[in-house]
């Protein structure tokens, strides 16, 4: 039976780079800002087609934390 994963932190947001949205989640609360994760990650080093819903999610992850 198939299940679907319905965990949004397995979710790729970066295929290039095989990045989730729980590593790219986690990296934020560790302060990092998007250059920095793109260093740690990859992200954002190939295509270049993650940068918009990276950046999104980086601001919906700051406006929460205000
Ligand atoms: S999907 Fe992130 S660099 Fe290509």
Not at 23 to 33: A, R, T, V, Y
């Amino acid at each position: 039976m198939n299940t679907i994963n319905t965990n949004l932190d397995d979710e790729i947001m970066c295929s290039c780079s095989g990045t989730t949205r729980g590593e790219i989640q986690s990296l934020f609360k560790e302060g990092l800002d998007i250059d920095a994760i793109s260093r740690r990650t990859g992200a954002l080093s190939g295509c270049a087609g993650c940068e918009w819903d990276i950046a999104q999610f980086l601001k919906a992850l700051a406006d929460a934390t205000e």
